[in-house]
């Protein structure tokens, strides 16, 4: 058995908390370990209670980067995967993490599909068909990704992103409207008969703004 000496806890923003065994430095685990697990001076620790701590501050480390990671926008379960992955935590502490935020609703594909399809609808339409490898790039069984991109009509989702780029074409001839406009929904993964349909109705559309009768 070792005996705690000192809990002292790192400088500056830093949560975690040094622990000091019989007088020497031993390891570090975060505050909220220290907490739960109620460590304090004088105690007693076991070479299995100390590996217990450690592998306790092992999860709380990989939940921590999980939630901060969750934090700026919702992610599919794969997102977050690779990135637990690529800050090295190992496999079994990253999969007991994921496990419980998908427990928590934290981490839920279904709901993650529903929200990028929506957003994409709202602030940067493109086409189901774009949509659907964008989610299956983040890893969405198909399943999942049928249900999600239901809400985008491509007709309509083709008229708004035009609208976004016409206001920049408003002075150009019809050709170059045609070619750049064209060239911009295709780039949203709109096929040849909705982009053809959309630059003629967004022309018309525009043209018939400008037009101003004279006067007598």
């Given at each position: 058995?070792?005996?705690?000496?000192?809990?002292?806890?790192?400088?500056?923003?830093?949560?975690?908390?040094?622990?000091?065994?019989?007088?020497?430095?031993?390891?570090?685990?975060?505050?909220?370990?220290?907490?739960?697990?109620?460590?304090?001076?004088?105690?007693?620790?076991?070479?299995?209670?100390?590996?217990?701590?450690?592998?306790?501050?092992?999860?709380?480390?990989?939940?921590?980067?999980?939630?901060r990671y969750l934090?700026?926008?919702?992610?599919?379960?794969?997102?977050?995967?690779?990135?637990?992955?690529?800050?090295?935590?190992?496999?079994?502490?990253?999969?007991?993490?994921i496990s419980h935020?998908?427990?928590?609703?934290?981490?839920?594909?279904?709901?993650?599909?529903?929200?990028?399809?929506?957003?994409?609808?709202?602030?940067?339409?493109?086409?189901?068909?774009?949509?659907r490898a964008e989610?299956?790039?983040?890893?969405?069984?198909?399943?999942?990704?049928?249900?999600?991109?239901?809400?985008?009509?491509?007709?309509?989702?083709?008229?708004?992103?035009?609208?976004?780029?016409?206001?920049?074409?408003?002075?150009?001839?019809?050709?170059?409207?045609?070619?750049?406009?064209?060239?911009?929904?295709?780039?949203?993964?709109?096929?040849?008969?909705?982009?053809?349909?959309?630059?003629?109705?967004?022309?018309?559309?525009?043209?018939?703004?400008?037009?101003?009768?004279?006067?007598?």
């Amino acid at each position: 058995m070792r005996r705690i000496t000192t809990l002292r806890t790192g400088k500056g923003r830093s949560q975690r908390v040094n622990i000091y065994l019989d007088g020497e430095f031993a390891f570090s685990l975060d505050s909220e370990v220290v907490a739960r697990e109620g460590l304090q001076t004088e105690q007693s620790l076991s070479a299995e209670q100390v590996e217990a701590l450690v592998e306790s501050d092992q999860r709380q480390r990989c939940l921590n980067a999980a939630t901060r990671y969750l934090s700026y926008r919702p992610r599919s379960e794969s997102e977050l995967r690779d990135r637990l992955r690529r800050r090295g935590f190992a496999a079994e502490v990253m999969e007991a993490v994921i496990s419980h935020l998908k427990e928590q609703g934290l981490v839920n594909d279904t709901a993650f599909a529903r929200y990028w399809a929506e957003n994409r609808e709202s602030f940067s339409p493109r086409s189901r068909w774009l949509t659907r490898a964008e989610l299956r790039q983040k890893g969405i069984t198909d399943n999942i990704i049928a249900q999600a991109v239901t809400v985008i009509d491509d007709e309509v989702s083709a008229y708004k992103a035009a609208l976004s780029k016409a206001h920049s074409l408003r002075r150009v001839d019809y050709e170059d409207f045609r070619r750049r406009l064209g060239e911009y929904l295709k780039r949203r993964g709109f096929s040849y008969g909705v982009i053809s349909r959309t630059v003629e109705k967004v022309w018309q559309d525009q043209k018939g703004r400008d037009f101003k009768p004279e006067t007598k």
